[in-house]
T-cell receptor, first 113, second 111 residues
């Protein structure tokens, strides 16, 4: 059973397009996250949701919009993709925001051409 | 502002040699620090946290508030320790707080 799954695993698209990445967890966690890992492997939090409510919103362009339809899902929609958006995006979940229980997804490698 | 620094991007050692991955932090509050590991083709996972003071896979890390460091150590490295290691600091509380990661260190253990 996959605990935190992301789709797609790879995404190649043109500049200016709009794309979405989906994340689902079946751990019963109430908190979910999106992280971005850039080409230098630097890992930075983007958003965090608890029970569908936004609790962390880092300085991210408003082209990025997270959506949490329920506490088991946190999707990331990106408008007007730019070259600099190319990265690996990791979803994660945890119980009550505790990093001890934080479980990461396998990542989605986004390439913008 | 909080910051985590891992000064070594790459670290290579031979099997059986001691290894130390350096981590320094900057934070005005009481820090809670973690080490995460990402093995090849696997997901990022928690290795250890300073509060537990435990040894995981032979690794230990001691929080030194005077030097603002949380270095990860292992006395005898194994080939299976080769991975990317991230040091992380939680701010804003341990519940719903934010994890700030260092730049990561790629450890390669040669046979």
């Amino acid at each position: 059973d996959t605990a935190v799954s992301q789709t797609p695993k790879y995404l190649v698209t043109q500049m200016g397009n709009d794309k979405s990445i989906k994340c689902e967890q079946n751990l019963g966690h109430d908190t979910m996250y999106w992280y971005k890992q850039d080409s230098k492997k630097f890992l930075k939090i983007m958003f965090s949701y608890n029970n569908k409510e936004l609790i962390i919103n880092e300085t991210v362009p408003n082209r990025f919009s997270p959506k949490s339809p329920d506490k088991a899902h946190l999707n990331l929609h990106i408008n007007s993709l730019e070259l600099g958006d190319s990265a690996v995006y990791f979803c994660a979940s945890s119980l009550s925001g505790s990093p001890d229980t934080q479980y990461f997804g396998p990542g989605t490698r986004l390439t913008v051409l | 502002a909080q910051r985590v620094t891992q000064p070594e991007k790459l670290l290579s050692v031979f099997k059986g040699a001691p290894v130390e991955l350096k981590c320094n932090y900057s934070y005005s509050g009481s820090p809670e620090l973690f080490w995460y590991v990402q093995y090849s083709r696997q997901r990022l996972q928690l290795l250890l946290r300073h509060i537990s003071r435990e040894s995981i896979k032979g690794f230990t890390a001691d929080l030194n508030k005077g030097e603002t460091s949380f270095h990860l150590k292992k006395p005898f490295a194994q080939e299976e320790d080769s991975a990317m290691y991230y040091c992380a600091l939680i701010t804003g509380g341990t519940s719903y707080g934010k994890l700030t990661f260092g730049q990561g260190t790629i450890l390669t253990v040669h046979p």
